[in-house]
C-alpha cells in the first residue's frame, strides 16, 4: 500500500456513462466525474480501421475536458480518462441510435450474427511545466470483443426496443441487463461491451504508475492491443483531428510503444490532499501489467471455462442493474450536494483570498507552512484557520503534505495577487459586490430589479455613475476586477481572429487598458485607443504594464455622449450585455457613423448557448444585473447587422469571454 502513486491526485472521468463510473468505482478508483462536451462527430471515413476511430473519439472527449478544467473549474487534473464504444458490423460503425427506428436497423442487421465491440480508451496525463503552461501527454488503446447475437423475430426487437433500454448504447443494445437475453456468446473482455475495458485498463495503470523499480518504465513495452503515447501541445486546441494530424507521435494502433512511467520521471507530485487514500487493489494491478508483455488475446466471458456460470452472471446482471440504478441515484445526489455546497465553496475561496492566505504561503521560504504559521500570518484564530486551510484542501485550493499546507499549481496560476493571471481582483469584486447582490436574489427575482439599494443603501440609476465610480476605493475594486478578466481572457480575445489588415483599433470602455495591450501584443502592426470615462482614465495609470507598448494611448470619454475616436477596428469587451437592446443600438450606430466601410466590430462577452440553457456562468451573472441582459452570438449577430457590420465570424475561446467580429460593406 506503500505503491499508492495515485494518492493525492486529481482522476477525472471524462465521461456521462453510468456503466464506466460504476466499473471503475467498484474498483476502488476515486475520481471525479466531468462529462466530455466533445460532440462525436469525427469523419469515420478518415479512419482505416474502426478501433482507430473509438481512440481518436476518447482522445478527444478527455482532452477537451483537460483543456476545458482549469478554466471552467479552476483546477487543473492530473490524469483524464475517457473512452468510446463502438459496435462493427458488415464494415459499418454503429454508435448510440437517434431513435427508435435506428434502434431497429441497428438490432436487425446484428440478429444472428457475429459483430466486434471496440473500446478505444485515453489515458490523459496532465503535467504542469514552470511556465505554467500544463502538457498533456496522452495513452491510448483499444479492446475488442466478439459478441454474437441469436436470430432475433421482429416482435422480440420491437418488445426490447419500447423497453428503452437501446437509446443510449453503442449498437442499440446493453448486454449488462435485458440485452444479455438477445446473446449466445461472448468472445473478450464483458466489460469492454458495457463501456470500459477495465483488465487492460488496469495494466496501463500498473505500466503508468507501478512505483520505480518494479517495471523498466522506459523499456519498450508490448501491449496486446494497440497502445500508443502521444504528447500534445498545451496551447493545441481539441480540435477533430484524424489520425495522423498533427497530435500524434504515430499512428494509434502502432503495437509496441514506450509506456511512461507517470512517476518518479514526469514528477507527478505525491500531495496529501484530503481526498483520501486510494483503494485501488494496486498488489493486483501491478500483476496485472505485468502480465501484459505475455498476454495473448484469450477468449473470456461466457464461453470462457474459468468464467461465472450462466445463472451467476444472470445474478450478477441483475446485480448490477440494481447497483445500476443506486449509481444513477447517487450521481443526482452528488449533483444536488455540489449544488447546495457551492455557496459556501465560493466563499471560502472568497475568505482565503482576502485573508492572504495563497500570498502567505507563497513568500514563506520553503511556499509551505503548517497552520499555526498561517493563522499568526494572517492574524486570524487558530482553529478557524485550520479549518479554513482543511477545506482549501478538499477544493483543490491547497495542498498539505504532513502538518504543511502549499499551494495547488492551481492556486499559484490564479490565486496570487501578483500573478499574471491573477483573479484576485474579481474574486474580491465577487466578494464584496456580488455577494450582497445575491443575498437578495429572492427580492429580485419577485420584483426584477437589481438589488443594489437594498445591498448598499444606495440608489442607481446609473450603474457605472453612481456605483462602481462613485467613491475612489468601490472604483479601484471595480478596475481590479476588470483587469483581472482582460487578463486572464485578453489573449485568447485578442487572438481570436486575423486583424492584420487593420492598423487602429480602439477599445470601448477598455477601463485599465488591459486587453488593449493584449492586443497591441498580438498585432504588431496595431495601434489601440482605449477610451474610457474621464473618471477611470485618471486611474489607469495604476494598471500600467512595466513594459508598456506605446502604441496604446488613452483618450477620455463617454461613449454615448462624445465623439468616437476614430479607427478601423472597435472593441467591446465585456460592454454591451450591461445595457438594454435600445442602448446598445445607441452605441452601435455611433460606432457605425464612426466607421468607413471595410471597419469592424469586435464583441467580446460570455455567449449564451443559441437554445439559452447554458454556460451558467453567463446565467447566473444575469441574475444581479441591472438593465443589461446576456445574449447568444447570434443576438450580438442580429444586433450589429441592424448597423450594416455583416459577416460574423465566432470565436468560442474556452476562456472567459468570447467573440465574434464583423465587418461593414
Ligand atoms: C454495446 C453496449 C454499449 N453500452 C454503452 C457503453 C457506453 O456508455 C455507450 C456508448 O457510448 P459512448 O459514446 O462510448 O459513451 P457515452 O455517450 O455513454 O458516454 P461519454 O461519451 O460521456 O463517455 O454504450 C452498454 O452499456 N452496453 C452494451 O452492451
Redesign the pocket.
Known sequence: MEDLQLTGKLVV????????LEILTNVGLRFEVV??W?K?TLDKRLFKTPHEY?VE??KQ?ALEVAKRMPFKHLKTPDIVI??????TVDGLIL??PVDKQDAYRMLSRLSGKEHS?F?GVAIILCHEKEDEEIDYQVIDFYEETK?KFADLSDDLLWEYINSGEPM??????????L?GMLVEYVHGDFLN????PLNQFCKKLGLIFSPPGSLTHNSTQTSPQGSAVDTVPPAEPAASSPPGSPTHNGPPDSQGQNIPSASPAHNVKQEESGRGEEEVPWTLVNSLSKCSENREAEPQGINDPAAPDLTSRATMQMQNVREHETEDSKEKLCKMIELMDGFKASKVLFTASKLRVFDVLRSSKTGELQAEDVAQEIKASMKGTERLLEACVSLGLLQRTGKQYANTAMSRHFLLSDGPLSLQGYIQHCNELVWPLFTHLETAVREGTNQHEKAFGKTSNNLFQDAYYSRHEVKLRFMKAMHSIARVSGRDVATAFDLSKYKTACDLGGCTGAMAYEFAKAHPGLSVTMFDLPKVIEMSGHFRPHDADDRVSFVAGDFFKDELPKADVYILARILHDWSDEKVHILLSKIAKACSPGCAVLVSEIFLDEDRKGPSRGLLQALSMTEGRQRSASEYSLLLKSHGFTAAQVKHTHNLLDAILCVTE
Do not use: N
Not at 472521468?13 to 464506466?20: D, E, F, I, V, Y
Open positions: 472521468l471524462a465521461s456521462a456513462s453510468p456503466r464506466r462529462p466530455s466533445f462525436e473509438a473519439t476518447a472527449k475517457g473512452a468510446d464504444t463502438v459496435v454508435e448510440k465491440v473500446t459478441v443510449d448504447k453503442a449498437g442499440g443494445y446493453g448486454i449488462q441487463a440485452g461491451v458495457v463501456g470500459f
